[in-house]
């Protein structure tokens, strides 16, 4: 069974940082995806960042020049290093991994519990 944990969120000025931890623990298929999604009150779960294991980077153009993504594989953890925050980017921000063996033929789907980010104006 894999876990997913998050750490890293809190209280933050406008124009402040934070960095988003996660940790992932169980057997993780080697063909993998990390990311980072986060929901704002009343809005949809939407995709923040993601990483592939071979490095490969996607971000949400609100995001972008902002957040960055990385990931170590062989501590199977995913940090994401957010800068220049704004009020809109108050959300839960959940850890996600999507992983297959070469076998499958779909992803398997994993979710975090999620950790509260907020920034004021």
């Known amino acids: 069974q894999v876990q997913l944990v998050e750490s890293g969120g809190g209280l933050v000025q406008a124009g402040g940082s934070l960095r988003l931890s996660c940790a992932a623990s169980?057997?993780?298929?080697?063909?993998?995806?990390m990311g980072w999604y986060r929901q704002a009150p009343g809005k949809q779960r939407e995709l923040v960042a993601a990483?592939?294991?071979?490095?490969?980077?996607n971000y949400a153009g609100s995001v972008k020049g902002r957040f960055t993504i990385s990931r170590d594989n062989a501590k199977n953890m995913v940090w994401l290093q957010m800068n220049s925050l704004k009020p809109e980017d108050t959300a839960v921000y959940y850890c996600?991994?999507?992983?297959?063996?070469?076998?499958?033929?779909?992803?398997?789907?994993?979710w975090g519990q999620g950790t509260l980010v907020t920034v004021s104006s």
């Open positions: 169980g057997s993780i298929f080697s063909i993998n995806v």
């Open positions: 990483i592939s294991n071979s490095g490969s980077t």
């Open positions: 996600n991994l999507l992983h297959k063996s070469s076998m499958l033929s779909r992803y398997l789907e994993v």
